[in-house]
């Protein structure tokens, strides 16, 4: 294949600005997929996808075009997934920026537009859903020029839905996108920058040949692994899997070598030929860094190691989770797991859950914090029961994000009261346009993560958009939360919290604690706790018989005698008693949503 006919982009986009129906659309037009078998989000390959309605997965497809051959990568929108957007690009020469007629320039479209730029690519910028009614493209061609650099005038105008000027959007793909460079009579370098477990077959890995030609059926070597295998299948996704006899440079496939340890072919791995391979790999990929901590705790203890197997394989298909093994006194054996977000955090236990059979228990996210130590020592901490003692902590330090919100005018007195609450910090606001402003807040990462988003949406109606990034390390006056039920601590509820909100904090435990566990057979008392002081108490009574029923009349000491020996019992039960917690009492007062 002739490097100048290749064409090798993604599309980029926020979150339901038509970046899967544009997909649809080139998958249509392009005649890769018959019409009888087409669907709505055809590339997205997960129920999960299809449920949510949002692209999860990064998804890559070879489609022809006017002698030239396209290949095509759908990413996702949400900022949670942001890494699968990055591994993507690297993979192309040029991106298609979408945006929405009808809504402009939205948090992630610069996120991604910047993302692209840092990776020296060609943007093609396309304005879409121009058939709506409420679609303004000549207003929002002048925001993308003053805000992006973009020049009006070519910026492109379509509608994925009906199809109207993506021709003419694949005919500038043709014009602007340069065609990939590469050497075929060099040693092979190939990058893997996906891959998937399946069952019967193995590691299937995505690759984008850089130089040097890939043949079925040839030794490989996976350098950063240093192992050998076998290339038994190499083929092209157009869209469905079509076995070739070779990749040359530029080219965008998938590779099947009968890989059974997941580790050999990771994200970022370079491949080259075992015999006359390349000396150096390829750059590959900077690790993620999650910013989330969340243990998962399999409910049935016995799946502990299918619980580690199932994250390695899914590790393997998304790169950006860590896990480490860990033990709570309350939930057995289980994972703290690292994500990107909560949204990566609910999607990663769904597809456990769903894709290898298990019942998984989440404890409450925290974030990782660093702890300057009385001895001189840093430690860094996600998960507070590893808190050390108040009194060997000089100091702890919080991670804070900064965070960018656009939204319109109308909205900024609930956006800043949002962020101000959270103990955010303004660090500057300016108007994109005479209707939107961008905020620019520097916020504590704790206090992002539970419900910001939720919150964000519902006082702007849905219309403001948010991007962040880590903006470093700073002190702050905070304190572990325990939760005590018959003065035992239950390490899953534990908490890092800030000192104003500890108290806040406890008193909620421990009201839905009390509303939560069932009656004993002696009064349980549960307790928040900041180091040995109580702040909050709740007690769940104990059940009562009535043992003074057989007593008819008589004298009142009788009565009092079957009362007090009842007493003692219940005192010796309760010394000895432990509290019985269902397991679905951890997952109810955990809930995100509260």
């Known amino acids: 294949m002739e490097l100048s006919r290749i064409r090798n982009f993604s599309i980029i986009a926020h979150i339901d600005h038509g970046k899967s129906t544009l997909s649809d659309r080139i998958l249509e037009i392009t005649g890769a997929v018959d019409a009888r078998q087409m669907r709505e989000q055809y590339l997205d390959s997960m129920d999960l996808e299809r449920e949510r309605g949002i692209t999860i997965k990064a ?17 996702p929108g949400h900022v949670d997934f942001g890494y699968e957007v990055s591994r993507s690009l690297a993979a192309c020469e040029g991106v298609v920026l979408v945006v929405d007629a009808a809504q402009g320039i939205e948090a992630q479209t610069l996120a991604n537009c910047y993302l692209a730029l840092e990776h020296d690519l060609e943007i093609v910028a396309a304005l879409n859903k121009i058939d709506l009614p409420a679609a303004d493209p000549d207003r929002y061609a002048m925001e993308i020029e003053t805000v992006l650099g973009i020049p009006a005038e070519d910026i492109l105008r379509i509608s994925a ?28 370098q190939a990058l893997i920058f996906d891959s998937q477990f399946d069952q019967y077959r193995g590691v299937v890995s995505s690759v984008r040949v850089v130089n040097g030609v890939m043949r079925s059926g040839a030794k490989l070597r996976f350098m950063q692994a240093g192992a050998d295998h076998e290339a038994i299948e190499i083929g092209k996704r157009s869209p469905v899997p079509t076995p070739v006899d070779a990749l040359g440079p530029g080219e965008v496939g998938y590779l099947i070598a009968g890989i059974k340890d997941v580790g050999d072919a990771r994200s970022g791995e370079t491949v080259t030929t075992a015999a006359h391979g390349a000396d150096a790999p ?113 100091a702890i330090e919080e991670p804070y994000f900064r965070v960018s919100i656009i939204t319109p005018k109308d909205y900024t007195g609930p956006l800043m009261d949002l962020c101000q609450t959270r103990r955010g910090e303004m660090q500057k606001m300016e108007y ?163």
């Not at 998804?59 to 990413?75: A, E, G, K, M, S």
């Not at 021709?167 to 014009?175: M, Q, R």
């Not at 065609?179 to 092979?188: E, I, R």
């Open 161 to 188: 839905k009906t199809g109207d000027g993506v021709a003419d959007l694949l005919d500038a793909v043709i014009d602007r996108i340069p065609a990939p460079v590469g050497d075929a009579a060099s040693p092979l």
């Open 59 to 75: 998804q890559n497809v070879r489609v022809p075009w006017r002698d030239h051959i396209f290949h095509l990568i759908d990413t």
């Open 282 to 394: 390829l750059p590959g990929y900077r690790d993620p860094k999650p910013m989330v901590f969340s243990g998962l705790f399999p409910i049935d203890g016995d799946d502990f190691e299918t619980l580690r197997e199932s994250i390695e394989k899914l590790k393997l298909n998304d790169a950006s989770i860590t896990y480490t093994p860990e033990s709570s006194g309350a939930l057995g054996f289980g994972f703290r797991c690292g994500f990107l977000g909560l949204l990566h955090m609910e999607i990663v236990k769904e597809r456990l859950e769903r894709e290898f059979g298990l019942a998984l228990i989440a404890t409450a996210p925290s974030v990782q914090y660093r702890v300057h130590r009385t001895d001189g020592e840093v430690v860094m901490v996600d998960n507070p029961a590893d808190l050390p003692e108040a009194q060997k902590i000089e």
């Open 432 to 594: 994109l346009s005479p209707e939107r402003v961008e905020l620019h807040y520097e916020i504590p990462l704790a206090e992002v993560v539970v419900d910001f988003f939720d919150q964000l949406k519902s006082r702007t109606q849905g219309y403001a958009s948010l991007d962040y990034e880590l903006s470093g390390y700073r002190r702050s006056n905070l304190v572990k939360v325990d939760l005590l039920l018959n003065g035992i601590a239950a390490d899953a509820f534990s908490t890092i919290v800030h000192r104003d909100k500890a108290f806040d904090y406890g008193r909620r435990m421990c009201e839905k604690l009390k509303e939560l566990i069932p009656r004993q057979m002696f009064d349980v008392p549960i307790q928040a706790a900041i180091g040995g002081k109580v702040i909050s108490r709740e007690t769940v009574k104990a059940k009562r018989k009535d043992v003074t029923a057989k007593c008819y009349g008589g004298d009142i000491s009788r009565k009092r005698k079957l009362l007090e020996k009842q007493k003692e019992g219940k005192k010796k039960m309760k010394s000895i008693g432990r509290v019985e917690v269902p397991g679905d009492v951890f997952i109810s007062a955990l809930k995100l949503d509260d």
